[in-house]
T-cell receptor, first 113, second 113 residues
Framework: EADIYQTPRYLVIGTGKKITLECSQT?????MYWYQQDPGMELHLIHY???????EKGDLSSESTVSRIRTEHFPLTLESARPSHTSQYLC????????????FGPGTRLTVT | GDSVTQMEGPVTLSEEACLTI???????????LFWYVQYPGEGLQLLLK?????DKGSNKGFEATYRKETTSFHLEKGSVQVSDSAVYFC????????????FGKGTRLSVIA
């Protein structure tokens, strides 16, 4: 059973607000990821990290930022939420090395009004 | 770049029908291949994987064989159940293991009693 947690599970917030989506894992994984999942189900990689103090942008420019100060924690911040940010956000982690599967959290469903 | 193409859904089957979801890939080197499943309201979870040519991954009655000659990793199940209704994602990671998973767009399966 994977131990990766996301909070909150659901969030409704007004335009212009700053929000942070939390993601934590207890598996000691070095690699962590954030995905945005659109209603058509497709996953878009928005940020990833290979370890503490390492962050990279993914394929989708989401106007968000991440930090990796601790191995187990990888929060995602939206400085100013917009309705276009309404989506499902999935966090994942994996160990280093070929063939390592990613473990996913349950997701945060964000609605920006 | 690396890519995964899987059949578009939705796929609707009657209980006990046979399932095949096609997946083909393009990759440099020798990728590891995965199938993930996403049940309603949840994150993704690993269903099965294969790390080298001719390997067969299997789990919960599902199977997929890594076919290097046809660059394919089709998901099959001989008799589906209502509880198999979910979205299925094919994915790959390249040999170095230091790149995020590349996902297909997902195939929604609905099984009716």
């Amino acid at each position: 059973e994977a131990d990766i947690y996301q909070t909150p599970r659901y969030l409704v917030i007004g335009t212009g607000k700053k929000i942070t989506l939390e993601c934590s894992q207890t598996m000691g994984h070095d690699k962590m990821y954030w995905y945005q999942q659109d209603p058509g189900m497709e996953l878009h990689l928005i940020h990833y990290s290979y370890g503490v103090n390492s962050t990279e942008k993914g394929d989708l420019s989401s106007e968000s930022t991440v930090s990796r100060i601790r191995t187990e924690h990888f929060p995602l911040t939206l400085e100013s939420a917009r309705p276009s940010h309404t989506s499902q956000y999935l966090c994942a982690s994996s160990s280093l090395g070929q063939g390592s599967e990613q473990y996913f959290g349950p997701g945060t469903r964000l609605t920006v009004t | 770049g690396d890519s995964v193409t899987q059949m578009e859904g939705p796929v609707t089957l009657s209980e006990e029908a046979c399932l095949t979801i096609n997946c083909t890939y393009t990759a440099t080197g020798y990728p590891s291949l995965f199938w993930y499943v996403q049940y309603p309201g949840e994150g993704l979870q690993l269903l099965l994987k294969a790390t080298k040519a001719d390997d067969k991954g299997s789990n919960k009655g599902f199977e997929a064989t890594y076919r290097k000659e046809t660059t394919s990793f089709h998901l099959e199940k001989g008799s589906v159940q209502v509880s198999d209704s979910a979205v299925y994602f094919c994915a790959l990671t390249t040999y170095s293991g230091n790149t995020p998973l590349v996902f297909g767009k997902g195939t929604r399966l609905s099984v009716i009693a």
